[in-house]
């Protein structure tokens, strides 16, 4: 365990899965860290693990005045320190077929995952940029490959993509370095949710006719890749890397189904991927 000093760091959704993991990590390895969760309930459970450089700080990344009086919150800790580190993590998944997503999901998917990250950092920003911090987002290989039946998850993955590559760009004259965290399948809460959250249960028969066998198969898909995922503190070592190296990087691919994918991405033409895709799912 670190005992140095390395600064203060806020991570976002950070009430179970790779938030909560990244979150605990960050403070074992010597940051003081302020955990971004949505419910006291969520915060009692943050100050429960009785670390003194771990702290709750309730935050929707949806309502602006949570983000105003969290960053009001920061700032009255930090003083004129200024903040070392922002890590954009809260996100959700619709998994459904595009044709089929009723339009408000959609909205909200965008809200949370492409929307929140962009006015979390707007309101940080201040105190990154007085300590020269560093943004590191979590996104997802979905970001590079858009997944069959999982539509609304790949399209605000992708945005931010954007997100990251821009903000970069934006912020290098300030020597602010921006991280994009680009995971493949991770042990968290996301893939239970996945198993619970069945679109065919709410689907018509219409729909059904149109897509339920490729929403069986892309559910099978999912229950596999649950049974390889890997740890999160892999993704709470990428991000440590982002936050502290000398020279870290501007992607991160975390696990061998990312950097696999990743490459098929780079390499093949889309109607060759295409196909490999729907192979995965038949």
């Known amino acids: 365990m670190a005992t140095d000093d390395l600064g203060t760091v806020v991570v976002t959704g950070a009430s179970t899965g790779i938030g909560a993991a990244c979150a605990l990590y960050l403070s074992e390895r010597g940051f003081q860290v302020f955990a971004g969760v949505r419910k006291p309930s969520d915060a009692q459970a943050v100050t429960a693990r009785g670390r003194p450089n771990l702290e709750p700080l309730i ?7 949570t983000i105003t009086a969290a960053v009001q919150a920061v700032q009255a800790s930090l003083g004129s320190k200024g903040l070392a580190g922002l890590v954009n993590n809260a996100g959700i998944s619709y998994d459904e077929p595009l044709e089929c997503v009723p339009i408000a999901s959609l909205r909200h998917q ?3 995952n492409a929307i929140g990250p962009v006015a979390v950092t707007q309101a ?4 990154l940029r007085s300590a020269r911090g560093r943004v590191v987002t979590v ?15 790949s399209m605000s993955k992708f945005a931010i993509e954007a997100f990251s590559d821009g903000l970069r760009r934006e912020l290098a004259p300030w020597g602010i370095h921006v991280a994009l ?6 042990k968290t809460a996301i893939w239970d949710k996945a198993t619970v959250n069945d679109w065919s249960a709410k689907a018509t028969p219409a729909q059904l006719d149109l897509y339920g066998e490729a929403y069986r198969q892309f559910r099978k898909l999912i ?3 649950a049974q390889k ?4 503190d892999q993704v709470s070592q990428a991000i440590l890397h982002a936050l502290t190296a000398t020279k870290p990087r501007t992607r991160y691919l975390v696990g061998k189904d990312a950097r696999l994918l990743a490459r098929l991405a780079a390499l093949l033409p889309d109607r060759v991927l295409d196909g490999v895709l729907r192979k995965a799912m038949s």
């Open 139 to 153: 996104g997802s290989i979905n970001g590079l490959i858009a997944s069959p039946m999982s539509g609304p998850y």
């Open 229 to 232: 995922a890997v740890p999160c």
């Open 223 to 225: 229950a596999d890749s």
């Open 124 to 127: 940080f920003l201040p105190m």
């Open 110 to 112: 965008f809200e949370v």
């Open 181 to 186: 965290i680009e995971p493949g399948a991770i």
């Open 59 to 65: 935050l929707d990344v949806t309502q602006p005045e």
